[in-house]
């Protein structure tokens, strides 16, 4: 299993930046996906959960109606799509993969993979 | 939203030292209580999932109790490699949250 975050960078403030995290080593299409970040020197903040189909999304409120998380299975390829940042968005943003849960359940909220992180800074 | 409190903030000991870290959360959240370890740089790494059972390929010395809002995850006979930040974090519901992070450090 391997995880691969791309596209961070330095971005002004207001600005947007969309971030891709390419797999690889498990079929894409089964699994839920997450974004967890973490602000320099602080703890994890999870940012958002994707089902194995895109049906469903949930998100952070403290990205809720800025941020957008998608994925093309056909690529195994998850996306954050990130606007309007903020200084408070900065962070290395990673991506985790969704494990099955217990009985049988979909997802589990857990995360037993994660890519190596991509770094987002938010400066003017 | 439940919030995850972990205690100590940090913590020092000594290489062979058995060490526990505790974990409580603001409602009861059944087991689903995972817990992980992060060195500097890296990202985490996922140690004890559904408050005790051990990750594949994690070693034994590692392991993990509780249910409904305290758990506790234990390293005994601690190695070099272990000293680093530990995290609980909930899997019950939507937000997921984790605790703020022990630093367990070298005495």
């Known amino acids: 299993v391997q995880l691969v975050e791309s596209g961070g960078g330095v971005v002004q403030p207001g600005r947007s930046l969309r971030l891709s995290c390419v797999s690889s080593?498990?079929?894409?299409?089964?699994?839920?996906m997450h974004w967890v970040r973490q602000a320099p020197g602080k703890g994890l903040e999870w940012v958002a959960f994707?089902?194995?189909?895109?049906?469903?999304?949930n998100y952070a409120d403290s990205v809720k109606g800025r941020f957008t998380v998608s994925r093309d299975n056909s690529k195994n390829t998850l996306y954050l799509q990130m606007n309007s940042l903020r200084a408070e968005d900065t962070a290395v943003y990673y991506c985790?993969?969704?494990?099955?849960?217990?009985?049988?359940?979909?997802?589990?909220?857990?995360?037993?993979?994660w890519g190596q992180g991509i770094l987002v800074t938010v400066s003017s | 939203d439940i919030q995850m409190t972990q205690s100590p903030s940090s913590l020092s000991a000594s290489v062979g030292d058995r060490v526990t870290i505790t974990c409580r959360a603001s409602?009861?959240?059944?087991?689903?209580l995972n817990w992980f370890q992060q060195k500097p740089g890296k990202a985490p790494k996922l140690l004890i999932y559904a408050a005790s059972s051990l990750q594949s390929g994690v070693p034994s010395r590692f392991s993990g109790s509780g249910s409904g809002t305290d758990f506790t995850l234990t390293i005994n006979s601690l190695q070099p490699e272990d000293f680093a930040t530990y995290y609980c974090?909930?899997?019950?519901?939507?937000?997921?949250?984790f605790g703020q992070g022990t630093r367990l450090e070298i005495k």
């Open positions: 974090q909930q899997s019950f519901s939507i937000p997921i949250t």
């Open positions: 409602q009861s959240i059944s087991s689903s």
């Open positions: 994707i089902w194995y189909d895109g049906s469903k999304k």
């Open positions: 080593g498990f079929t894409f299409s089964s699994f839920g």
């Open positions: 985790a993969r969704d494990p099955p849960g217990a009985q049988g359940a979909r997802h589990s909220y857990n995360f037993d993979y």
